[in-house]
């Protein structure tokens, strides 16, 4: 599937559930109301888009949520999404809170890679930034992947005066095991605009500054934006994901789909279209089919995080209005 600026759309990220056990401060704060259990896609919905997909191209798929974790069934799901022919990996971004518990599960079911977010190694500090006391949680499921052998990757989201002084340690994490560890730019989705973000320009310098043999790293280490860099003698890899600052729309490869069933063209824009209305009210596969490769000629050319929309130098036909939606609902 190729799209009008000739990017080529082969993978999907799909948000599961809005819900989530974790409250961290710039995503999910406080108790914000759940979609109702009708509005969400069920499994064989999901399943069936994914089929859809398939053949038109799709062959990477990542779950992601709210916390895909806390949806039950989430491993059947993919066992389920691995057999569809066409797809080729499917991957899993979590808060790792239910990893250790789930673990058997997912392996068993053939999840590709996992990543975990984490963005502080403090237990009291960790408790601040999620609301939640869960930190050596987590990192018993991050143990328990690493010793799994599923290519694991760590997501951490640099804030300042929040875990700018625990950058050098998420180093030394890459240095000493083989985990890539990465570093993302606080998006101003949701409530990320009330953080003042570290950016991915000042994540390479203290890496270089820390490591000045550190090199780029030209093996493709997964499917998203990240750019990798090694430094001699480390085990893993540092990622940094520039989500703001480096626009790497120029090669985007990715579609969304919502938890409500929404076929999300970019994370920046609004533009997509309601799939969930076409399932439920009898429309053909061939009928989505149509409707999904005509959006695809809609996709957005760049996100505008930063910018002001009226600005002149914002094409709003050809990047669509920002969205609205907090980041919980659109799944990262
Ligand atoms: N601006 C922007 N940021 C993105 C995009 N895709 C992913 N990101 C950011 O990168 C973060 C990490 O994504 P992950 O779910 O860990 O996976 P990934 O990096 O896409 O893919 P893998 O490396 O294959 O696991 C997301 O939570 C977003 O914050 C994108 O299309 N645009
Ligand atoms: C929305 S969460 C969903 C999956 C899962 N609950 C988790 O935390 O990994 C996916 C990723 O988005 C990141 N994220 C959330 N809000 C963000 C923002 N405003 N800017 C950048 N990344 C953000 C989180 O840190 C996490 O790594
Ligand atoms: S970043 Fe992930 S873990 Fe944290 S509140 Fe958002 S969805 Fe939950
Ligand atoms: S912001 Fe939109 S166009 Fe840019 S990489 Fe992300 S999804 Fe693709």
């Not at 799209?3 to 809005?18: F, M, V």
């Not at 239910?98 to 599960?105: G, I, S």
């Not at 009291?124 to 499921?141: F, I, N, P, S, W």
């Amino acid at each position: 599937m190729t799209d009008r600026y000739n990017r080529e759309i082969d993978y999907i990220r799909i948000s599961i559930t809005d819900r989530c056990n974790l409250r961290c401060k710039y995503c999910m704060p406080e108790e914000v109301p759940f979609i109702p259990h009708e509005r969400i896609l069920r499994y064989e919905e999901i399943l069936r888009i994914v089929k859809i997909l398939a053949k038109l191209g799709i062959r990477k798929v990542k779950l992601t949520g709210g916390e895909p974790l806390v949806r039950r069934g989430c491993d059947s799901l993919i066992r389920e999404i691995k057999q569809i022919e066409g797809i080729d990996m499917v991957t899993l971004t979590t808060n790792g809170v239910l990893l250790e518990e789930m673990l058997p599960q997912l392996q068993e079911a053939g999840v590709d890679a996992i990543n975990v977010s984490l963005d502080t190694r403090n237990r009291a500090r960790y408790l601040e930034v999620t609301g939640k006391d869960m930190y050596e949680q987590v990192e018993r499921g991050i143990e328990a992947v690493y010793k799994s052998g599923i290519p694991l990757k760590i997501n951490c989201v640099p804030v300042q005066g929040v875990n700018i002084d625990e950058i050098p340690d998420f180093f030394t994490w890459a240095k000493e095991k083989q985990i890539a560890v990465r570093f993302i730019e606080m998006m101003p989705i949701g409530y990320g605009d009330q953080y003042e973000a570290f950016s991915a320009e000042q994540i390479k310098e203290m890496f270089f500054a820390r490591y000045p043999e550190a090199y780029q790293v030209k093996e493709i280490l997964g499917n998203g934006p990240a750019v990798y860099y090694r430094a001699p003698g480390f085990a893993g890899e540092i990622g940094i994901i520039g989500a703001v600052h480096e626009k790497f729309c120029s090669t985007c490869n990715r579609i969304r789909l919502t938890s409500e069933g929404f076929f999300k063209l970019c994370l920046y824009s609004g533009a997509g279209i309601d799939l969930r209305q076409m399932l439920r009210d009898g429309s053909t596969d061939e009928e989505i089919a149509d409707a999904i490769a005509d959006a695809i000629q809609r996709k957005p050319k760049e996100h505008h995080f930063g910018e002001v929309q009226a600005e002149s130098s914002v094409d709003a036909s050809a990047s669509g209005e920002a969205d609205t939606r907090k980041m919980s609902q659109i799944g990262g």
